[in-house]
Nanobody
Framework: QVQLVESGGGLVQAGGSLRLSCAAS????????MGWYRQAPGKQRELVARITSGGWPNYADSVKGRFTISRDNAKKMVYLQMNSLKPEETAVYYC?????????????WGQGTQVTVSS
């Protein structure tokens, strides 16, 4: 089992910045991918950014150049720095942990943190 706890959401004006944090605990494999997804009301959950345990990031096209994902493996933390936020990025942001081992998949989600961007 892996537990994920997000923090750092809140209300920000358009053009502002927020930094989300995700604290992981439990049975974490050394090789994994952790990421941030978001879900706006009435929309499907979508990938924002993810990063491998080796530090390789991947971003949705819509956030490239504005968001930065990072992680601290020793602290079991993942971060998402969000700059130049837009009102349409208002959503619940979820932290995700994914790993495979011996043919099994391990896919866990946090409870989410609300990000509201006002215009």
């Amino acid at each position: 089992q892996v537990q994920l706890v997000e923090s750092g959401g809140g209300l920000v004006q358009a053009g502002g910045s927020l930094r989300l944090s995700c604290a992981a605990s439990g049975s974490i494999f050394s090789i994994n991918v952790m990421g941030w997804y978001r879900q706006a009301p009435g929309k499907q959950r979508e990938l924002v950014a993810r990063i491998t345990s080796g530090g390789w990031p991947n971003y949705a096209d819509s956030v490239k150049g504005r968001f930065t994902i990072s992680r601290d493996n020793a602290k079991k933390m993942v971060y998402l720095q969000m700059n130049s936020l837009k009102p349409e990025e208002t959503a619940v942001y979820y932290c995700n942990y994914f790993a495979t081992r011996l043919g099994n998949e391990y896919d866990y989600w946090g409870q989410g943190t609300q990000v509201t961007v006002s215009s």
